[in-house]
């Protein structure tokens, strides 16, 4: 069955016209409020206009004048003074500081006696002499106490256990000095582990006493240095 409804009564036909018209006066008042202006008035019927002041001061560029420096002073005038003839001056002798020979050789002997060197083993004139090596001739003494260097440590010889244990070798470097007495002092080593340089302390601390080495016939300190091996087989 059909509904019978006019056409002219229909609503639904123009909303869309009335819709279009309705948005456009919003979008008409809405634009007409914004550029809406409003000044006030001072009363007088004038509008009141606030400027910024410019703080900006311009300043004038001056040139500085550079004065010159005052000229330096006159020169005092140099006073001299006149001495008469008459008048005795006091003459300065001055002594002769020179020395004679006699007193230079003994300065130097004295300076000589004062000084304590070390003479290596290398260049020392007279070496220390290991007991067995008096008799030796002279240019066979160095020798002969390097000999009997070695002939001590082999004889006094012993690997220490907790070395071997570990499998611990190898080469220590023994420096020590033959004092003015003949004793020896001064024993240093260095080597790869700490029982194998205890042993070799050991071994140099039990060498005797011996001569001391001689400089121009006067008893020094020798250093000597030598490396004992310890080896594992």
Not at 43 to 62: H, S
Not at 73 to 89: G, R, S, T
Not at 93 to 99: A, W
Request: with cysteine; proline share 9%.
């Amino acid at each position: 069955m059909r509904s019978k409804k006019s056409s002219s009564a229909d609503l639904n036909k123009k909303s869309t016209f009335y819709l279009s018209i309705g948005l456009f006066l919003v979008l008409l008042i809405s634009w007409r409020a914004i550029e809406w202006k409003n000044y006030d008035d001072d009363g007088y019927g004038y509008i009141a206009l606030d400027v910024d002041e410019d703080d900006d001061e311009e300043i004038p560029i001056t040139e500085q004048l550079k004065t010159p420096p005052p000229p330096p002073p006159p020169p005092a005038p140099e006073i001299i003074e006149v001495v008469e003839d008459e008048e005795e001056i006091e003459e300065t002798i001055i002594e002769s500081t020179e020395t004679d020979q006699e007193e230079i050789v003994e300065e130097v002997e004295v300076m000589e006696e004062e000084l304590d060197l070390d003479v290596p083993f290398a260049i020392i004139e007279d070496v220390p002499l290991f007991p067995g090596c008096e008799r030796v001739p002279k240019s066979q003494r160095r020798a002969c106490f390097q000999t009997n260097i070695q002939k001590h440590i082999n004889k006094n010889f012993r690997y220490p256990e907790i070395a071997q244990e570990m499998g611990i070798q190898g080469r220590v470097f023994v420096q020590f000095v033959i004092d003015k007495d003949g004793s020896i002092v001064g024993i240093r080593t260095r080597g790869p582990d700490k029982n194998l340089e205890k042993e070799a302390q050991r071994i140099i601390g039990k060498l005797p006493t011996m001569t001391p080495g001689k400089q121009r016939g006067r008893p020094v300190r020798v250093p000597f240095s030598i490396p004992i091996t310890f080896k594992l087989q």
